[in-house]
């Protein structure tokens, strides 16, 4: 059965630091793309990163313009674990985040098609 469980949400204050974990199981997730997600009180949903799997030629992570430089994807393929450093975080980063595989696609993050999400875990930066 396939499942994604992401932890790690929390209260931080501004310029603080958090990890988000997204732990797979029913599938290897180095061999798909996985993507983060967080979506904003009133917000539509919004891509944070994607992840390449490794059998890409390219093996590469995509990040959104608002995130990028401060936050972080790695993947422990041993744990079949993805996570998401978060750092320099601001009030504007207060969302739920999920992750999110496309089981059937070729691995690449371009013409992704996500199939399978997390039930996402909160995030809220305040002082």
């Known amino acids: 059965q396939v499942q994604l469980v992401e932890f790690g949400g929390?209260?931080?204050?501004?310029?603080g630091s958090l990890?988000?974990?997204?732990a797979a199981s029913g599938f290897s997730l180095p061999y798909h793309a996985i993507g983060w997600f967080r979506q904003a009180p009133g917000k539509e949903r919004e891509g944070v990163s994607c992840v390449s799997s490794t059998l890409?030629?390219?093996n590469y992570t995509n990040y959104a313009d608002s995130?990028?430089?401060?936050?972080?994807v790695s993947r422990d393929n041993a744990k079949n674990?993805?996570?998401?450093?978060?750092?320099?975080?601001?009030?504007?980063d207060t969302a739920v985040y999920y992750c999110a595989v496309d089981?059937?696609?070729?691995?690449?993050?371009?013409?992704?098609?996500y199939d399978y999400w997390g039930q996402g875990t909160q995030v809220t930066v305040s002082s």
Request: aromatic share 8%; glycine share 14%; hydrophobic share 30%.
């Open 10 to 15: 929390g209260l931080v204050q501004p310029g």
């Open 67 to 72: 995130v990028k430089g401060r936050f972080t």
């Open 81 to 92: 674990t993805m996570y998401l450093q978060m750092n320099s975080l601001v009030p504007e």
């Open 56 to 58: 890409s030629s390219a």
């Open 19 to 22: 990890r988000l974990s997204c």
């Open 103 to 113: 089981l059937k696609g070729p691995g690449e993050c371009y013409g992704v098609k």
